[in-house]
Structures are given as C-alpha cells and as structure tokens.
C-alpha cells in the first residue's frame, strides 16, 4: 500500500489538487504545458506500476493508449500492434463499409493460437496456381494444407516444394502425404490448446505446423510454431495484450452519424453496419464526430444503446460538462474529450471554438465522475508527459500524430532530401473529407473547396515501430506515477497536484544552453 502523506502548509499553498487548482483558474484556459505536476513521496518503484484502465463494463485495457480513428492512422495493423502491446486501436470510418468490417476481422482473427480457417488448396491444383495466390494475396507464407472436395486433410503442401521450378507439377504430386502429417483432434486440444501445442513442438523436432483434424478428418484448424512462441512470450511481458474473453485481440471501430438522401439520421444503415461489424467481434463502436453535444450524435448513440445494450460505446468530441450529461444520458460509456487541440487541427482558427485540453478535461472528467462514464484524453499530445498529465483527469488518451510516423500507420514512406517521412492529415481536411469524412464535421458528403476545412495535411518523420513508440511512452507514463508514488491509475488521479508554468518556467523543462548531440528518444 503507498503511504498517503499529507503536504504540509507550504506545499498546499502552492500545489494544489484539481478540485482547488482548476476552479481558481477558472478564467484561463489551460492545457498541457500551461501546468506541471508536483512530485510526491515515493515508495512506488516505474517499474511496478500498473496501467490497466476500464473504459466501460467488459472493456478493460493493460495500457491507457488508444490509436486515433484517423484515416492515416489506425487500419488493422496498427489496430493489431495496439492490442498487441495492451492498448486499443480504433479503425476509422473514411472507407467503405465492406471494407471497414474486414479490417476489424483481420484484428479479431490475427494470431489467436488457432488459426480456424487456414488457407486450403485443392490436389488437382497446380503448384503455379499456388504461388500466384501468394503473389497476389501478398501472404507471407508457403506451406498450405491440402483437402478434398468433402473437406478432408488428404495431406501438407511444404513451402519446400512451392517453387517457379515446380509451377507446372499438381499439388498432389508435390505434397507430404497425410499419413506422413502430424495432426491432433479437435477434443483433444483441451482447455490450453497454446500448452498442448507447446509440448507437441518441444516432442516433435524440426515439425512448425500442427493440424486440428474432427473424428472425420475434417480440417478444423492450424496452429503454427512461431504463434505459440510469440504467445508464450506474451504471458510474460509485464503489460499484457488486450484480449477478449475468447483470447482475440480487441479491436474498435468508428461510425459516424450517417444521414439519408433527406437529411434525416439514416438509423437503419446505422444499425446494419454496426450489427455487422458486432458479428465480426468488435469490441466497441466509437460515434466520432467534431461536435457530439449535437442531436445527430445523441440519436446515433441512444439508437445504438437500445439496439445493443451491452455494446461498451465511446462518443465524442466534447469539451463541457452539460456534452458529458447529455452524451452519458443517450448511453455512451466514455466520452471523447478534446475540440481543437489536435497536431493537424484547425477547429479553433477556423471556427474559433474549442478549449485547451488540461481546462477541457478537468470540466468534463467531473460531470464524468457524477455519470459514471470514462473520459478519454483525444488530441495534442506530443510527449508521455502530457499523458501523465492527461491521465489525471482522464481514464485513457487518444493519440494520432504520435503514431502517424509509424511502420504500422497507413501509407508509404516518402523520402524527401535524404529523411523518410509519412503522411498525416486531419480527418476535417479537405483530402479526408473527400474521401468521406465529410459527416465528421458536419459538411456535405461532397465538400467543394467553399467548405471550410477544420484540418490540414501534413507530414510526420518516420518513426519505426509502435512497439518503440509505445515503450518510450509508456517508460515516461511510468516514470511520471513513480514520482507521485502512484502504483496504479486511479492512484495518479487521487494524488496529482498542479500548478502553473510560466514562458520561462516552460523554457526551463526544456533542453537549454547546450549543443544537443543526441535527443531524448
Ligand atoms: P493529435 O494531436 O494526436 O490529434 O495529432 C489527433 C486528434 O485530432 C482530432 N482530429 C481533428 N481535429 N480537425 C480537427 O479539429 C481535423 O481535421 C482533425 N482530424 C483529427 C481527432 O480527435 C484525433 O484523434
């Protein structure tokens, strides 16, 4: 248990908890580096700290980080790395619908131990054929089961064989024979199919692929050596992945508050896409628009509420206490907090509407506590410390352009005079809201250059992994809890005490009066 001390007078004149800091300044806007935390007494090693967060009932995440719903941020594979390391992704919406339901099958199906649809092919198929499909298809792999017409195993095409040389010889003269295949039955996986396989690779050298056989020899599944491995590993790293009951990676997805030909909330298209993407496994819908303290958005989130009441739903963007009330009053589980603070945002120039983050955040994360719905930190973060920050008012952060620049975000790399850099662009801007994010901002499903764009486009450097990222993020969240001896996060928002920073105070947290060789990250 961490000793609660309480700061003598001197300490409390100056350092002050949320409830004394942020109505005394009331009538300034803050946000990140308007302020700083004070440090605490301490017996709580970074290293110790646990970051798991709740965002709704049966929505429980091992790190508070979400991926953006931007179209130059999160598709499956940063939604798959953000699970993977224990936080969230949320597949965003400029895409059509088709599409948006098999990028969030690829996060539900991606590395589950079981594989239950494994690539098949047929014996009377050419090698040829084969290697088309890994060329077209793009896979990664070369070894494939081979079946009958009934869907039995009738034997293993090795990625040995699968070779141009071979183009011209069918699969059945090329392939192991089922006699020669290792294969377990489906009954016999057991309660740990990961364990059984585990032993089965240890007892079976030099054998990477165990096939799942029922008692008629159907092929029911694959599980491959290098997924066992990897899972292994997993239960071993201190932050876990986010996983559901059923051991899938969690995977969100954005909607928008889709209108008809008349102008009316298209409720029934609403439903269909999001009863879909429920059948594929989603784990929560977040009904992202500019301003959810709208009646679009509140239908869209009640509409959903009645449909699937156990659905966790996100709902935003806000930046009062009265959005909060009205949002969790439709049915929304946590609310997105955040209207212009964004690194590609120009709400605020353009509409000159928004609030600083830190002043949003307070306001909003107390009518939160009075409803009993989580608040997520979304936008203008650009360094752990500002999630610190935000963690304090908050249950989770949002971030986009902190992982724009990754391997896993949309996009190619570009090289401009020797640095690699990726796109990055607001969801408002007029490039996204062409390719359908128009809604978003409340705009016609055509924006013409007479529409006002809230977003611009941009360039971010080319960053590498999320997995890099996140450790360096995730090092400095929990470095920040160490310092105010908080073990977990409903410790950091119980102890956090702020107070301002001025013009020089922020020049002071910075680097100076040195020739920089190397940066921080
Ligand atoms: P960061 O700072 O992480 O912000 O890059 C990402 C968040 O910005 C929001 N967003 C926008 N806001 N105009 C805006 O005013 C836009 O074009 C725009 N696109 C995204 C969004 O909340 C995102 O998570």
């Known amino acids: 248990m961490a000793a609660t001390r309480q700061p003598d007078n001197s300490d409390s004149q100056f350092y002050q908890p949320a409830e004394q800091f942020f109505p005394a300044n009331s009538r ?74 098999s990028e969030v099958s690829r996060v539900k199906n991606h590395v589950h131990g079981l594989i239950q649809e494994p690539i098949q092919v047929a014996p009377d198929q050419l090698i040829g054929d084969v290697l088309a499909m890994i060329e077209q298809k793009k896979f990664g792999f070369s ?96 932050f876990k992945p986010a996983r559901d009951a059923r051991f899938h990676l969690l995977c969100g997805a954005a909607v928008s508050a889709t209108r008809n030909a008349f102008g009316e909330l298209d409720r029934e298209r ?35 509420r009645d449909e699937f009441p156990k659905l966790p739903i996100i709902a935003g ?45 307070y306001v909003c994360s107390r009518a939160a506590a009075k409803k009993k719905v989580a608040i997520l930190a979304d936008g203008g973060i650009t360094k752990s410390g500002d999630i610190v920050k935000a963690l304090t008012l908050s249950q989770a952060v949002i971030c986009g352009g902190i992982f724009a620049g990754c391997n896993e975000a949309p996009g190619e790399v570009i090289e401009i005079s020797g640095k690699l850099y990726k796109q990055y662009r607001g969801m408002g801007s007029f490039a996204a809201m062409k390719a359908g994010s128009a809604a978003r901002y409340g705009q016609p499903k055509n924006p013409t250059q ?47 005490r702020y107070t301002r920073v001025s013009p020089a105070g922020m020049r002071e947290a910075a680097p100076h009066d040195v020739v920089e060789l190397k940066t921080g990250n």
């Open 28 to 101: 300034l806007a803050l946000t990140f580096d308007d302020i700083t935390l004070a440090t605490l007494y301490s017996d709580i090693l970074p290293r110790d700290t646990q970051l798991d967060t709740t965002l709704a009932e049966g929505l429980r995440l091992n790190i508070p980080v979400i991926s953006s719903d931007m179209d130059t941020v999160t598709e499956s594979r940063m939604a798959i790395a953000m699970a993977l390391n224990g936080g969230l992704g949320l597949i965003h919406y400029n895409m059509p619908e088709r599409q948006q339901l």
């Open 143 to 238: 070894t494939f089961p081979v079946v009958d017409k009934k869907g039995r195993l009738v034997g293993l095409l090795s990625g040995h064989v699968v070779k141009p040389r071979y183009a011209k010889k069918k699969i059945s003269e090329a392939l192991t024979p089922r006699s020669q295949v290792h294969t377990v039955k489906e009954k016999e996986l057991g309660k740990d199919p990961i364990a059984r396989a585990d032993k089965f690779f240890t007892e079976h050298i030099g054998i990477h692929k165990l096939l799942v056989v029922d008692d008629q020899d159907h092929l029911c599944g694959l599980i491959t050596m290098s997924d066992v491995e990897r899972i292994t590993q997993e239960r071993n790293a201190q």
């Open 270 to 304: 609403i439903l269909n896409h999001v009863g879909a993407l429920v059948e594929r496994g989603v784990d929560v819908v977040a009904v992202s628009t500019a301003h959810g303290h709208s009646k679009g958005v509140g239908d869209t989130v009640k509409v959903l």
């Open 317 to 361: 963007n806000v930046t009062s206490a009265e959005a909060v009330e009205f949002l969790a009053g439709c049915g929304a589980n946590a609310i997105k907090v955040g209207q212009g603070p964004g690194s590609i945002c120009t709400t605020r120039i353009v509409a000159g509407v928004g609030i600083p983050q830190m002043t949003a955040l």
């Open 450 to 496: 007479k529409v006002a764009a809230e977003g611009i486009e941009a360039l971010k450097e080319a960053c590498g992994s999320v997995d890099r990222v996140l450790a360096q993020l995730i090092g400095g969240i929990q470095s920040g809890m160490g310092y105010l001896g908080s073990a977990n996060l409903t410790q950091l928002r119980e102890k956090a």
